[in-house]
């Protein structure tokens, strides 16, 4: 006996993109926190003032690269990874 069966329709879907803005979430705290890291707290904190005295895209840019606790957390992870490695190096030195 054969059997015919009709391929399903797709649907569009126009669901928010979940996803994605939780990517772009972790990808934004990431640089931060790498940046915060990389450059130092006190210098980070100087470009993201003359950011905010800025332009409204600027102040904008500003309000989004601001420290924030997520960030400061990654930081010392990041800073944590660092002395780990540091130190595993050191003893390997020696």
Known sequence: MITYNRPRERRF????PLRGLML???LIV???AFLM???GMEAYGAAVAQLLAGSDLERVAGLILAPDAVSLWVVD???AVSRLVTDALAR???
């Open 13 to 16: 879907s126009f669901a928010f």
């Open 24 to 26: 772009a979430f972790a």
């Open 30 to 32: 990431a640089v931060k």
């Open 37 to 39: 890291s990389a450059i």
């Open 77 to 79: 992870g990041y800073e």
């Open 92 to 94: 390997s030195a020696a």
